[in-house]
C-alpha cells in the first residue's frame, strides 16, 4: 500500500522534513498547516519540491471550526475555506482534512453540521477536490468515529468522506470492529498513530505522547485490519505529534516511521528467527580499561581462552559467557552477537525493517558475520556458534581457569541516546520479533528513569533498555551512557569470594538498603555480608552483585536467579546508581 507521513510528525523547516520523508521511502506527505505557513517556501516551490524528491501531497490539514458554526460565523468559514481550496490548486493536494469543531460556540445540531459540509463539500467538488472529516476525541459536539461516520453518511455528497484516526477511535474506545461495516470509498483517509496507554486528558496525550505503531499500546494492527476489510484503498498515512521526535533528527525519525510501517503491514515479511540467546558481547577497550578489564575478567573466573587470527581481539569464556575485548577505543559495549537458528533468515527480516547494515569486519577463511547497528549505533550481529563459526576465527591460547560459577550471559543493559528510545523499543521488537517483559519508572539520584526489558519468545535473549525521562539538566554529572553486561551465576557467594580473593570488592551497598528490605522482607541469611542486592516475584528471588565501573560507562553485574524468578530487580536502579555515583566520587577525590 502507498505511506505517507505528516510533515508534523518530523523536525526542521518543510524542505528538512520533505526530504526526511522522502529519502525513508515515503510515497506522500500529508502537510500540516501550521509547517507551511511558517515556511518561506511559496507553495509553488514546495509543490516542484516533492515533486523533484518523488512524493505527492495526499492531504492538507487540518480545517478547524467549520461545522456546527453558528450561521452568523459560516460567512467567514466558507470564506477561510475558499482560501485553503485555492492554497491547495497551489500545492497540488486535492484532499483536506476537516476536523470535528472545537470552538464553545459550536451548535450541537447534526443537521446543521450535515447542511454545512455538504455547502463546503460542494465548493471542494466545484475544483474537483474532497474533504476528508474527522471526529477529534475531544470534539465540542462530533467526538466519536461513529458520529463522524453519521453525519458523512446524512450528508451522502461525493466529495465527502471520512478521516479514520487511529489515534481518535482508539483512546476512546476499543470496540472499533463496526468500521468494517461503513463502505471502503467513503472512508477518504487513514491516519494511523499509537500511543502508550496514559490516563490522563485526551488532548494532552495526543499532542505529546503519540508514537509510531506498534510503539505503543493501542491496536494497531487490529484497527488498520478493520479499515482494510471495509475497502479502504487509500495510503496508510502516520500523523504523530510527539515532544521528542518533534525535536529529534529528521532523517532517523522518517526511517523509524517507515519501519513501524513496514512491521505493522508484516506483508512478505521474512519472519524473525528463534533466538537462544546472546553468543558473546564485545567490549572495546583502551590502554587504561584494558588491563583493568583483564583483571576483573580473571577475578570473575573467565578464561583468555583465543586470540583472534587478525584483529588485535581476545576471547574470554566461561560457561556459555563469552566475552570480546577489542582494542582502541573507550570502554564500551560496541557490539552483542544473538544466537539465531538461522542467521541468514535473521539478517533478511533485519534488512527489510531497514535496519542499517554494517560493513562486514572479515577477511577471507573467516566467518561472515552478518551485522546492524541498532538505533544507538550498538553492533548487532546474528550468528550461529556450532557446530562451526564465528569461534573459529580465534586461535586458541591454551589457557585454562577453574571458573566461579558463571554460566552464562543473563542481559545486557542498555541506556540509549535520550532522542531514540522509542525508536530502539520498536527495532528490537521488530527486527528481532522479541517482546515486552516488563516496563518501569524509577526516580534515581539525577532524575526520572524509564526502563524496558525485552526478550525473545523463550527467555533465552534479553535486553534492559533505558533513558531518562526528561533531558538531562545541567547539575546532572556528565556521565555517557552506562551500559553493563549481566552474568548469571549458579553460585553467587562463590563468585564473590572469588573476586575477593583477587581483591576486587562490589560496589558497596548502603546499609539503609538491607535496613528497608529487612523490614519487608525474610531475607537470605549473609545477604548484607555479601554486598548483595535482593529482589523476589512470584516465582522465587534474584540475587545481585555489581562490580565497579571499569573507564567512565561500562561494569558488571553478576546474578543468580532462585526458583525460576522471571524480572530484571528494576526497584533497585535507583539504589545501585547512587552507589556507583557515590563510589565514582570516592575515586575522583582520592585522585
Ligand atoms: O491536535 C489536533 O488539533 C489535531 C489536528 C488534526 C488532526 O488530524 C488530529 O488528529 C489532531
Ligand atoms: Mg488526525
Not at 10 to 17: F, Y
Not at 45 to 57: C, E, N, V
Amino acid at each position: 500500500m502507498r505511506t505517507s507521513i505528516a510533515t508534523v510528525c518530523l523536525s526542521g523547516t518543510l524542505e528538512d522534513r520533505l526530504d526526511a520523508a522522502a529519502a525513508a521511502g515515503f510515497d506522500a506527505v500529508e502537510i500540516f498547516e501550521n509547517d507551511l505557513i511558517a515556511s518561506a517556501s511559496s507553495p509553488e516551490s514546495i509543490r516542484a519540491r516533492t515533486q523533484d524528491l518523488g512524493l505527492s501531497i495526499d492531504l492538507y490539514q487540518p480545517f478547524r471550526d467549520a461545522e456546527g458554526a453558528p450561521p452568523s460565523r459560516f460567512a467567514a468559514v466558507e470564506r477561510r475555506f475558499r482560501a485553503k481550496l485555492d492554497l491547495m490548486g497551489r500545492l497540488g493536494a486535492d484532499t483536506i482534512l476537516v476536523c470535528s469543531s472545537v470552538s464553545p460556540d459550536t451548535i450541537p445540531d447534526d443537521a446543521l453540521s450535515v447542511a454545512q459540509l455538504r455547502t463546503l463539500a460542494d465548493l471542494a467538488a466545484a475544483r474537483d477536490m474532497r474533504i476528508a472529516y474527522e471526529a477529534l476525541a475531544w470534539g465540542r459536539h462530533v467526538s466519536t468515529w461513529e458520529h463522524s461516520w453519521e453525519i458523512v453518511r446524512r450528508a451522502d455528497h461525493p466529495a465527502l468522506g471520512l478521516c479514520l484516526d487511529s489515534f481518535h477511535v482508539l483512546s476512546r474506545t476499543a470496540s472499533y470492529q463496526n468500521v468494517r461495516n461503513v463502505p471502503g470509498d467513503k472512508i477518504f483517509f487513514l491516519q494511523l498513530a499509537d500511543a502508550p496507554r496514559l490516563d490522563m486528558d485526551v488532548l494532552q496525550w495526543s499532542r505529546h505522547h503519540r508514537l509510531f505503531p506498534l510503539q505503543g499500546g493501542l491496536d494497531l494492527a487490529g484497527f488498520t485490519r478493520a479499515v482494510l476489510d471495509a475497502g479502504y484503498t487509500g495510503p496508510l498515512s502516520l500523523e504523530v505529534f510527539n515532544d521528542v521526535f518533534r525535536q529529534a533528527d529528521p532523517h532517523r525519525t522518517a526511517v523509524d516511521a517507515r519501519r513501524s510501517l513496514i512491521a505493522l503491514q508484516n506483508a512478505g515479511l521474512t519472519p524473525p528467527a528463534d533466538l537462544d540467546g546472546i553468543a558473546f558481547a564485545e567490549l572495546s577497550a583502551d590502554a587504561s580499561s584494558g588491563p583493568e578489564l583483564e583483571t576483573l575478567l580473571r577475578a570473575l573466573g573467565f578464561t583468555h581462552s583465543g586470540q583472534h587470527r587478525s584483529k588485535a581481539v581476545q576471547l574470554w569464556e566461561q560457561g556459555t559467557a563469552r566475552i570480546l575485548l577489542n582494542s582502541g577505543a573507550p570502554a564500551a559495549i560496541r557490539a552483542f552477537a544473538l544466537e539465531s537458528t538461522q542467521p541468514e533468515q535473521s539478517a533478511k527480516r533485519a534488512e527489510q525493517l531497514l535496519a542499517a547494515p554494517l560493513p562486514r569486519r572479515r577477511r577471507q577463511s573467516e566467518a561472515d558475520l552478518t551485522a546492524v547497528a541498532a538505533p544507538d549505533g550498538t553492533e548487532v550481529f546474528f550468528v550461529r556458534t556450532s557446530p562451526a563459526g564465528w569461534h573459529d576465527d580465534f586461535l586458541p591460547t591454551g589457557e585454562s581457569a577453574d571458573g566461579a560459577g558463571i554460566t552464562g550471559i543473563d542481559h545486557l543493559s542498555l541506556a540509549q541516546p535520550f532522542d531514540r528510545y522509542d525508536e530502539a523499543a520498536l527495532f528490537y521488537r521488530s527486527v528481532l520479533g522479541m517482546t515486552d517483559d516488563e516496563a518501569g519508572e524509577f526516580a534515581a539520584p539525577y532524575g526520572l528513569i524509564r526502563t524496558l526489558a525485552i526478550r525473545d519468545a523463550r527467555r533465552r535473549a534479553r535486553i534492559a533498555l533505558s533513558v531518562p525521562v526528561l533531558r538531562r539538566g545541567d547539575w546532572a554529572p556528565a556521565v555517557p551512557h552506562p551500559q553493563h553486561i549481566t552474568l548469571a551465576t549458579s553460585d553467587l557467594s562463590r563468585t564473590a569470594a572469588a573476586l575477593h580473593t583477587a581483591g576486587i570488592e562490589p560496589v558497596p551497598i548502603p546499609g539503609n538498603y538491607y535496613d528497608d528490605l529487612e523490614a519487608r522482607l525474610d531475607l537470605p541469611a549473609g545477604l548484607r555480608a555479601l554486598g548483595a542486592m535482593y529482589d523476589e516475584d512470584e516465582h522465587g528471588h534474584y540475587l545481585q552483585l555489581f562490580t565497579p565501573v571499569i573507564g567512565d560507562r561500562v561494569f558488571f553485574e553478576i546474578v543468580e536467579r532462585v526458583g525460576g524468578y522471571r524480572g530484571y530487580g528494576f526497584a533497585n536502579v535507583p539504589v545501585r546508581m547512587a552507589a556507583h555515583r557515590a563510589q565514582r566520587h570516592r575515586k575522583e577525590v582520592r585522585g
